[in-house]
């Protein structure tokens, strides 16, 4: 077994048949066939199953799938850790759904500039999902919304965000979470730092009363809002993006109001591509927090 044999597998298992596998390897169909069975008369087992044209993981080629990836994904980085030119490979990251809408673009064009060589294959999600995601190994690098809490786990501070209240332009205002009790929360589903500062915002007795709208999309959360279909928290950088944000921002305690994004990264396993990624967003948010810039994605009231 070498990592040739196991890139093969992991195509494979990946494309879901040999035809579609040996596309993306450039190599002919009966090469990519004749290797797959060479594995598996090598470790003695059957990798995948036929099932209607396609093939499936076996229990044990699910087991190796899992050791492929590691295994290529520290070949990388060994190659990239020796290696003296500029990061090449592909670098998996992870983002909140509002770092990606409000952040994230500067930061990238800086990043392809810098690091043209590098692919970025981002995912999003909420904060939970992506933390652990990098503890497993699933996701090089994640822009998560608070700390975290896994010891395998370091960060880097970045982005302040500023959240607010948002509600229809009709909505009574907003002075204490019980102005609210009755109406619907619209939030991320469980796992979003942001939905658990509405929790906290809003309390055990106010919390009782309410419905929750589970979305996964800012841009719909924000277009619900403004229907007066029910109310939010947003990080106010999202609606600087959301050109038809027509709401009213409510202020909440200063408590909950200001986090920080971090960057994380799993502890000693810092890829050339990670360091480069952390080095263009610690000098995009010291540029955005320079004295007498007005404050980043600040939208007017």
């Not at 799938?65 to 295994?71: C, E, I, M, N």
């Not at 509405?198 to 106010?206: A, D, K, S, Y």
């Not at 979305?215 to 619900?224: F, N, P, T």
Request: aromatic content about 4%; charged content about 20%.
């Amino acid at each position: 077994m070498d990592l040739s044999d196991l890139l093969i597998f992991k195509t494979v298992a990946e494309a879901g048949g040999i035809v579609k596998a040996a596309g993306r390897l450039h190599r002919v169909q009966s090469n990519v066939t004749t290797r797959i069975k060479q594995l598996e008369a090598s470790i003695g087992v059957a990798l995948f199953v036929r099932e209607k044209q396609r093939l499936h993981l076996s229990p044990q080629g699910q087991m190796l799938l899992v050791y492929a990836d590691k295994l290529l994904r520290l070949a990388d980085e060994a190659r990239g850790a020796v290696s003296t030119g500029a990061p090449r490979g592909t670098l998996r990251l992870g983002a909140l759904e509002s770092t990606s809408a409000s952040r994230l673009p500067a930061i990238l064009s800086e990043f392809h500039l810098q690091c043209p060589d590098v692919s970025v294959e981002l995912k999003t999600g909420t904060n939970d999902f992506l933390a652990a995601a990098v503890a497993d190994r699933r996701l090089d690098a994640a822009f998560i919304a608070q700390p975290p809490a896994q010891k395998e786990l370091s960060f880097v501070p970045l982005f302040r965000e500023h959240l607010v209240l948002v509600t229809a332009l009709t909505h009574r205002p907003v002075h204490r979470s019980a102005d609210v009790a009755g109406e619907t929360v619209i939030a991320f589903p469980h796992g979003c730092a942001y939905r658990r500062i509405v929790e906290r915002w809003l309390g055990p007795q106010t919390l009782a009363s309410v419905r929750v709208l589970e979305l996964s999309s800012y841009h719909a959360i924000v277009a619900c809002v403004a229907s007066g279909t029910g109310i939010a928290i947003v990080p106010e950088s999202v609606l600087a993006t959301v050109q038809s944000a027509l709401v009213m921002r409510h202020e909440i305690p200063k408590v909950l109001r200001n986090v920080v994004t971090p960057l994380v990264w799993r502890t000693g396993e810092q890829t050339p591509a990670v360091v480069a990624l952390r080095d263009v967003a610690r000098r995009k948010c010291q540029a955005a927090a320079a004295p007498g810039r007005r404050r980043s994605g600040r939208a007017p009231a």
